[in-house]
């Protein structure tokens, strides 16, 4: 008799049973978690980093359940094999979860045994849900709960992720560097609270960005080696309950194996770090770090190519688009717009992953979803932000130069510069008179014989380092 096939399984859990696809290979409880969770836009396939470390953790765990004898040698080979699959980037549409969902992960964890399970099921020749042979929860979950698996997950993932930005900051700052020694003898005014200040170069201006940014790159970094301490092993609240001697030690050193990330090592309070989630808040802050310097250094250039006429007009920015539907010729500065409106959306998944942070509860914080959600998308824009102001606004700046140094030459401020030589009542009355007739300070201290010709460019030079 022929075995007719069907387009659907039935899958049971304590809540009744499901219809589901039957190519699927996610199970009962993603079902039951794709129709609780319907809160956002965003999906756990958007995340590769993040499936790819749940499959490195579950590859990880039945190697070890596999080496204490835990986990017979087949089908841990068959767990093994389908992880590796999935970390490679296979079967990613199949994790097909909102990103926001109660649990503090579960339905997350759920989601990766139940696909890696029923791929290990078809690798040695049996039908998907055939979990009387291979089952989610009792062979790829072995040793494990969501409570040390998620959060495990998310600091790989995020380690990762992590280092993309760093190269991307790189980028931006390489790309300040080269404009400090293109415009490093361009004479420009600073100013202080928006006025007038001393003078300067433009290239200590964008000097002083780069350095900033290189800041913002030195707090991710130390925040990035921390995040490789895990609670693997602790599985619930982290007393290690369900899990076989020498699981855990034998779990990390798989770990470092699949990674090459030597410095993964095993949280020494397995309690402490199951409940707490403060490397996130810290991980959260050294990003908005880096995105209010970034935002920083885009108000400053909107500010300094303004105009260009009847503004401070001193640096062009690439045109990169018409700026108006309205205006003819019109073009504005796009690209630090779009920095600034990263910054502000960092700056808001910052405070929600301090109000997440601050929210969990005795042994577990049940709000690590929204901060995983938060971290993920706060370290993709700030990378691709990063990236885009660097090659699409600051590699194409020019300087109006001339327009620089007229402004240096007619500016009360110089009155400073000559201070520690004429004095300090001295130059205020050169500032005073600058202001009520327009005329250059430089002119009025030669005239005034204050000064030669000479020793004012001499000043000048001196205070520009140059």
């Known amino acids: 008799m022929t075995e007719v096939q069907t387009d659907h399984r039935t899958e049971i859990d304590l809540i009744g049973t499901v219809e589901l696809p039957a190519d699927a290979y996610y199970g009962v409880n993603t079902v ?82 139940e696909v890696i399970a029923n791929r290990a099921l078809e690798q040695m020749g049996h039908s998907k849900g055939d979990y009387e ?61 928006m006025q007038i200040a001393v003078p300067m170069s433009l290239g200590q201006e964008f000097g002083a960005w780069a350095v900033m940014i290189e800041r913002a790159e030195t707090g991710l970094q130390r925040v990035r080696f921390d995040l490789l301490e895990l609670n693997l092993g602790g599985t619930a609240i982290g007393t290690g309950i369900n899990a076989n001697e020498g699981y855990r030690e034998r779990a990390i050193e798989h770990l470092r194996e699949i990674t090459g990330l030597n410095g993964i090592a095993s949280a020494s309070n397995l309690i402490a770090a199951t409940a707490d989630t403060q490397i996130f808040v810290d991980l959260s802050g050294a990003l908005k770090r880096a995105a209010t310097t970034m935002s920083k250094i885009a108000n400053d250039l909107r500010l300094l190519s ?3 006429s009847g503004g401070f007009g001193e640096v062009n920015l690439p045109a990169r688009q018409a700026g108006s539907s309205i205006m003819p010729g019109k073009v504005n500065p796009v690209i630090p717009e779009a920095v600034n409106q990263v910054a502000f959306q960092v700056a808001g998944h910052d405070t929600a992953i301090t ?13 690590e979803p929204i901060m995983a959600r938060g971290l993920f998308d706060s370290i993709m824009t700030l990378s691709n932000a990063a990236t885009m102001f660097a090659e699409k606004c600051i590699d194409g700046i020019t300087a109006n130069a001339e327009l620089m140094r007229d402004v240096v030459e007619g500016s009360a401020g110089l009155a400073t510069v000559f201070s520690p ?17 327009g005329a250059k300070v430089t002119d009025l201290a030669v005239d005034k014989g204050l000064l030669s010709k000479m020793q004012v460019q001499q000043l000048i030079n001196d205070a520009l380092e140059i």
Do not use: C, W
């Open 32 to 113: 039951r978690a794709a129709e609780n969770f319907q809160l956002s836009s965003t999906r756990l396939n958007q995340f590769p980093e993040l499936i790819a470390a749940l499959a490195i953790i579950k590859q990880a765990a039945a190697a070890a359940n596999r080496d204490v004898g835990a986990l017979d040698a087949t089908i841990a080979g068959a767990i093994i094999e389908a992880s590796k699959e999935i970390a490679s980037g296979q079967l990613h549409e199949q994790f097909i979860l909102d990103m926001i969902q109660g649990g503090a992960g579960t339905s997350t964890n759920m989601n990766a045994n």
């Open 355 to 367: 109000m997440a942070s601050e929210a969990g509860q005795l042994e577990l914080n049940p709000f």
């Open 306 to 308: 303004s105009g260009p």
């Open 133 to 193: 042979v291979l089952h989610p929860l009792n062979h790829v979950n072995m040793g494990q709960s969501t409570n040390d698996v998620y959060p495990s997950a998310l600091k790989l993932a995020l380690h990762q992720m992590t280092g993309d930005l760093l190269n991307s900051l790189a980028v931006l700052k390489e790309s300040l560097q080269s404009k400090a020694k293109e415009f490093n003898s361009t004479v420009k005014m600073g100013r202080t609270q």
């Open 421 to 437: 030589v004429v004095g300090y009542k001295a130059a205020t009355a050169l500032a005073v008179e600058a202001n009520t007739t």
